[in-house]
């Protein structure tokens, strides 16, 4: 399904019932990357994935921005109706959640960030994302997409799912230049996000995998005393890509901050008559 969000498309699905859970994908990936995941989260929530700006089915957003993207996830909200969710962002995906918490906080019951952080662009990131839009301009995707895709990984991972790992270089080689290239900018240009997470009224999620190349361990350890309430999970052996490389886990970890999400938000006599 899809709504249309300043003249764009926006596709978007949603699957079974219960409290809402919002998924974000992450830069060069689409709403697919959840699809083992939502049978079975749907068992006991409504889950919303959407397709960010230019990703999947969704048009290029007119401006690129990590803000555009998060007004966006609240056009296809209210358009559902849905007055209150979790959200739980992979990367750019929990970019797009920090914006989304600073622009309409009263809608977030829970916010996971999933191998992502608050924090802005480094220079040296900021080269590297320049380097990579000129590289892409002249040459496009798909040579870009193999060291893309298994930098993505542990490398133990990498070596022991070959065809795994050849099936997403595919996948992402089929995203449009122009959705990476604006993607690229967005993320460039997106401000410090600590305070939002500082001053968070909800439980954030923290999933950090040790071998992670997209995010720098000093970030991702960083950020974890900044939030108020949160619930931290740091993995030795994945890299930026735990809904794959630990998938049970991952999922366990979501299941159970649904739960403590709600346990926060439950009155007080609900609690009580839990015991
Ligand atoms: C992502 O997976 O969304 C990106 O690695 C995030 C980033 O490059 O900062």
């Known amino acids: 399904m899809y709504i249309v969000f300043n003249t764009s498309k926006v596709a978007f699905e949603q699957v079974g019932q219960g409290p809402h859970l919002v998924l974000l994908h992450g830069f060069c990936e689409d709403s697919t990357m959840w699809a083992d995941f939502v049978p079975l989260l749907s ?26 993207m998060a007004d966006a996830v609240n056009a296809v909200l209210e358009h559902l109706s849905i007055r209150q969710c979790i959200l739980v962002g992979h990367s750019m995906g929990g970019y797009v959640g920090l914006s989304f918490a600073e622009r309409y ?37 798909a040579p870009f997409a193999g060291q893309f895709v298994r930098n993505l990984f542990a490398p133990a991972f990498v070596k ?37 997470l500082t001053t968070m009224d909800c439980p ?12 720098s361990l000093e970030n991702s350890l960083k950020q974890l005393s900044l939030a108020p309430t949160g619930s931290v999970h740091i993995f030795e052996d994945i890299g930026h890509m735990g809904m794959f490389e630990a998938p049970t886990y991952t999922l366990e970890i979501i299941v159970d901050f649904m739960d403590f999400c709600h346990e926060c938000n439950a009155p007080i006599s609900l609690l009580s008559s839990q015991h």
Request: charged share 20%; aromatic share 6%.
């Open 43 to 68: 068992k006991k929530y409504s889950i919303l994935t959407i397709d960010l700006s230019g990703f999947g089915q969704s048009d290029l957003l007119p401006v690129s921005s990590i803000a555009a």
């Open 105 to 141: 906080r009263q809608k977030l019951l829970g916010l996971g960030l999933f191998h992502s952080h608050p924090y802005a662009d480094s220079p040296e990131k900021i080269v590297n994302r320049q380097k990579t839009i000129r590289f892409i301009e002249r040459h496009g995707i």
């Open 160 to 196: 022991e799912h070959p065809v795994f790992i050849d099936e997403l270089i595919h996948k992402t080689s089929m995203h449009h230049s122009d959705a990476v290239i604006a993607a690229s900018h967005a993320m460039i240009n997106r401000e410090d996000k600590s305070t939002v």
């Open 204 to 215: 954030v999620l923290f999933i950090v995998g040790k071998q992670d190349n997209a995010i």
